[in-house]
């Protein structure tokens, strides 16, 4: 489903970029909850959705690790108007 959506867009030049986003998940869906990383991945001229996708894969591996240790090392309160309050923990 992804790569059918991004290959017209990338043919048309619609899109110049994606990213890499990790987000917390709420009550409403996937990819819904307050974005807590992002990265931007640039679109090569000679890309495809397979490609991309494959490379923001990479992308993403590389960092979940670090950003969910980083998540986890907090108090996160996350209130539903997309308001949070952090307080690390040491």
Request: proline share 3%; glycine share 6%.
């Amino acid at each position: 489903m992804y790569n059918e959506a991004v290959t017209g867009r990338l043919s048309s030049g619609e899109i110049t970029q994606s990213a890499v986003t990790m987000h917390f998940v709420d009550d409403v869906g996937y990819d819904n909850g307050p974005i807590i990383f992002q990265m931007p991945v640039l679109i090569r001229p000679d890309d495809d959705a397979e490609t991309l996708a494959k490379r923001v894969n990479e992308k993403e591996r590389a960092w979940q690790s670090l950003i969910f240790k980083l998540a986890s090392s907090i108090n996160i309160i996350y209130l539903k108007m997309g308001r949070s309050f952090t307080k690390a923990i040491f």
